[in-house]
């Protein structure tokens, strides 16, 4: 069973793919406090990918390393440090334990490109981020809304997407 | 010369056989598939907003909502990140008794997806009766346990939530002397019957190198002679103190994944009988006296994944520092599990979906979340 730390994984990333990599900045998951320092600072250890090369980071991850399993691309709204983070998550068909590879894409344009074309695995869950959270995945061959009804306006998941008294909920009374 | 054209049919989203509201988009030339778009949404509620607004606890019961046949599975994949999250220890009784329900759940779960499965080939209600027969003795082990057949709500963080009834292991044992005559049956169900033969034989193939890179897991990945298996590969809980096989099947069809649950129905059971000799053995109670259930995580993020009977079953969760998940991700095997589904109908009848469909083993609520 092949093991790999996310040091190992870094490391291995910085010498074939040395521009991929961009150094990571601890993201603040709760709003800014009145005065003091900033708490709940989040840093995760895993290589952080630059958005356009995330498709030769994930393939050389499974051609490279044999991390030939796609389990999960989560992505996660970071409302206040005004980004996304997608984690897409690898296994080794042998077994193991997983490698993380983290892209992180501005909240305003919110653009990556899309895995499907190489590894049909990515398909659903780019569908599912893009229905849920507007991540615009390019180069996705058929990239509509999976959930959601196609005219559904918003992206539900999104931190501001407001919890109650939209329109399809009708008003100011609903809650 | 006769014209033809190719015809767009939806299959679903009310149809007995997509197990649930399911909506297939097929393209078809004749009774051959040319393509199929599967849709869903129809059940979807949006599980991970409305438990990005419930505390940690609150979620325990929702996750019983997502796969409602496997209740127990859910449980124990989300207590596994929380508890991962937030470092809570497991005593060892309580591993014990965690397996013990997850491989009950597992028997459950293949039996009446085997019963389903014949029942969408066209052998209507019958055989359903005999997947479903086990189920209830099984279901009333979880009521004992649990108080709920179904909905269980049994898991904590750091345990479960009350120790195993007087009467549960006797009634345990009765059960497991009746399960392998109940399996052998049940296989013979579908070997013995040459009309559903010939509708499981040679349809739906999935190679493994294209169930690899669709991501497909579970039986679908082991059907096709993939022999992955989150117990064996990244042993969780106490799963690597238990001697137990992991089935495969050759060529991936409707045959073998239906070969792969049944086999794996007989080391569940195999697994259940270690679980039982070395219960008594196990130290610590059912639950970690010192574990809080209104937890409250340190900043940062967790993975845990389970083989649920369906497949990986994950949960991600990312803490703020809170009582709340400040992300909560479920990574549903059904879902992923029908990526490759219009790959696996092309070239095949009609008539062949519902069976394609069958043998994937979904379960709407976790699909659409």
Sequence with gaps: MPEMTPAELRARLATALPAALVEAEPLAITPPPAHGPQPGLFNPPDPLVRPDYLVSAALWVRDTLGYAYLSDIAVVDYLYAGCFELVYRFYHPTGGSSVVLRVRVPRDEPVVPSLTPHWPAANFHEREAFDLFGVEFTGHPFLRRIYMWDEFEGFPMRKDFPRQGDKYLGGESEG | ?369
């Design chain 2, 1 to 369: 010369m006769l014209q033809t054209q190719e015809l767009q049919v939806n299959i679903g989203p009310q149809h007995p056989s997509t197990h649930g509201v399911f909506r297939m988009l097929v393209t078809v030339d004749g009774e051959t598939v040319v393509d199929l778009k599967p849709v869903f949404g129809y059940l979807h509620r949006n599980h991970e907003q409305i438990a990005e607004a419930n505390s940690y606890l609150q979620n325990m019961p929702y996750t019983d909502r997502l796969d409602y046949f496997n209740s127990m599975a859910n449980n124990h994949a989300y207590a596994m990140a929380v508890e991962r999250l937030a470092g809570i220890e497991v005593p060892e009784r309580a591993e014990y008794i965690r397996v013990l329900m997850v491989e009950l759940t597992r028997i459950l779960n293949h039996a009446s997806a085997v019963g389903f499965m014949i029942n969408d080939m066209g052998a209507w209600q019958t055989p359903l009766a005999f997947g479903m027969r086990e189920r209830e003795k099984i279901l009333d082990l979880f009521e004992m346990a649990s108080g709920a057949r179904l909905m269980c709500n049994y898991f904590r963080f750091g345990g479960v939530v009350r120790d195993l009834p007087p009467e549960f292991i006797p009634n345990l044992r009765e059960l497991l002397r009746a399960l392998p005559a109940y399996i052998d049956e049940l296989e013979r169900l579908l070997r013995d019957n040459e009309i559903l033969l010939q509708r499981a034989i040679g349809i739906g193939i999935l190679p493994p190198e294209v169930a690899l890179s669709y991501g497909v897991s579970g039986p679908v990945l082991r059907g096709s002679g993939i022999p992955y298996d989150v117990r064996k590969a990244e042993p969780y809980s106490v799963y690597d103190r238990f001697d137990f096989d992991v089935p495969i099947g050759k060529v991936g069809d409707v045959y073998d994944r239906f070969l792969v649950r049944i086999e794996e129905m007989r080391q569940s059971k195999r697994i259940i009988e270690q679980v039982l000799e070395q219960l008594p053995d196990a130290k610590g109670g059912h639950i970690n006296p010192k574990a809080r259930q209104n937890v409250r995580p340190p900043v940062g993020d967790a993975y845990a994944r389970i083989e649920s009977p369906k497949g990986e079953l994950g949960f991600y969760l990312v803490s703020d520092g809170s009582t709340k998940p400040y992300r909560y991700k479920v990574r549903a095997p059904s879902f992923i599990n029908l990526t490759p589904l219009a790959d696996m109908c092309r070239g095949y009848k009609v008539a062949d979906i519902v069976v394609i469909l069958g043998s994937i083993d979904i379960v709407m609520g976790e699909v659409d979340r």
